[in-house]
């Protein structure tokens, strides 16, 4: 297993350019299957999940060119619609797949999900809003057998704003007769990008961004050339390891927009943030002021992907920090590691009490989750001393080159496989 080997204290200075986002390219891709012209899709991270991603949708027939940052799909050939159990446990995102294998070929036979193991993850909300489309459902040893040859075009409405269901019910909608529309959904902005991609492909989209979004079916999609969106996650990893370590660093090709709930909590932190259209500059030359109390929220609220990341800023941060997890049940298994780095940290239920110390002391760590690898890391280059994160298959998930990126501005880390 690979591992990063970190000599913290080192101050981050320069420039860095943001890719494109995972969570934005991975529906993407499931969205590409929904016709047989070619899809390009531009600023893909190079990643695991990608690339499972890409395995997924070969073996079900669509042939896959990756040129760089450029995918290309072909999915004229689309001739299989079961997702195994191996593939579907690499990776969560098979599970909207589920939406594109059922506009496109009627019926989908997938194994329940993988992903990161932050809980439980059940996709109830998925289902429902399937069956309430008049999809028919049998879970059977392990897989979910949906048949979509007598869906109705309708209204649904999701108990929570799941992200997953409600890109599976745009996707699934988009290229299905009848208008419908659903209520109670995800508001992120991959969300609005997944409407931008699938209306450049001819799709009737409006209302993504809202709680409220209509779709009216066409019955054929066309093919596309799409720039994906950059990744707000590794934006804020990012100006949350400056902000960390100190320094003076400019994150270009990204969308400050979609980040405000965290640059709000930056800023009250102490860091300083200037803001232009696609750029975001922050400098932190004190130490932070504790961060006060955060709860993590479907958007705009606090995103969940960058609880960890704010826990390791919080353990050094002068004051206490309350952290609460509102999305998943078991994402806190960074905070035991962030301990063995002298972290004080107190945990009750989904609510982290953390006591900012001067500064953490480097460890042997590991990375049991996505997030959460990037939170060791991210302790590992503010601490004094060396730290060994173990186990970064889980970071690279999501990362692209989260080493070189520290490395580029100035930092001491190398992998080491
Ligand atoms: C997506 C993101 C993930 C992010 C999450 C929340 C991708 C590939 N992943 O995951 O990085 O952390 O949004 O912002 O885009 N739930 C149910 N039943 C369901 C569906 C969800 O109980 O049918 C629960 C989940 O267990 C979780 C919560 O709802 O506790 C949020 O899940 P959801 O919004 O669906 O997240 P994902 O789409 O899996």
């Excluded at 012209?37 to 531009?42: A, D, K, L, Q, T």
Aim: net charge neutral; proline share 3%; with cysteine.
């Amino acid at each position: 297993m690979s591992k990063y080997v970190i000599n913290g204290g080192r101050k981050l200075n320069g420039q860095i350019d943001i890719n494109g986002a995972k969570n934005s390219v991975l529906p993407l891709l499931a969205a590409a299957l929904l016709t047989d012209e070619p899809v390009r899709i531009g600023n893909c991270p190079i990643l695991t999940d990608v690339d499972n991603m890409i395995r997924i949708i070969t073996s079900l027939g669509a042939s896959v060119n990756r040129d760089g940052s450029y995918i290309e799909i072909k999915s004229a050939g689309l001739c299989a619609y079961e997702i195994p159990k191996r593939q579907a446990k690499e990776l969560r995102s098979s599970v909207f797949l589920m939406g594109s294998i059922l506009g496109r070929m009627k019926k989908a036979k997938v194994a329940y999900p993988g992903g990161c193991d932050i809980g439980l993850r059940p996709i109830d909300i998925h289902l429902k809003a399937l069956s309430e489309l008049n999809v028919k459902i049998v879970e059977k040893y392990g897989y979910i057998n949906c048949d979509a040859n007598m869906m109705k075009a309708s209204n649904v409405f999701l108990d929570y704003p799941s992200v997953g269901a409600t890109e599976n019910i745009m996707l699934l909608s988009a290229i299905s007769e009848g208008i419908t529309i659903i209520s109670n959904v995800a508001r992120e902005p991959e969300i609005v990008e997944l409407q931008n991609f699938l209306n450049s492909m001819g799709a009737k989209i409006e209302g993504a961004g809202s709680s409220c979004i209509k779709i009216e079916g066409v019955r054929k999609l066309k093919g596309t050339d799409y720039y994906a969106m950059p990744d707000r996650i590794v934006t804020g990893t990012i100006m949350m390891a400056v902000a960390l370590c100190g320094g003076d660093v400019v994150l270009n090709y990204t969308n400050h927009t979609h980040i405000d709930a965290v640059i709000s909590k930056l800023r009250k932190s102490g860091c300083n943030i200037i803001v232009e259209s696609d750029k975001i500059c922050i400098q932190s030359f004190t130490r932070l002021n504790s961060l006060g109390y955060v709860e993590t929220g479907p958007y705009p609220g606090y995103p969940t992907d960058l609880q960890a990341p704010l826990a390791a800023l919080a353990s050094t941060a002068d004051g206490t920090t309350i952290l609460v997890e509102n999305i998943f049940e078991n994402r806190f298994k960074h905070l035991p590691e962030l301990c063995k780095m002298g972290a004080n940290i107190r945990v009750k239920d989904r609510i982290a009490f953390i006591s900012g110390v001067k500064q953490l002391t480097g460890a042997e760590v590991i990375a049991m989750d996505l997030r959460g690898g990037a939170s060791l890391v991210l302790a590992g280059l503010s601490a004094s001393q060396l730290t060994v994160v173990h186990d970064i298959q889980h970071i690279e998930r999501g990362y692209e080159n989260l080493d070189k990126i520290f490395v580029a501005l100035g930092a001491d880390i190398i992998k080491i496989c």
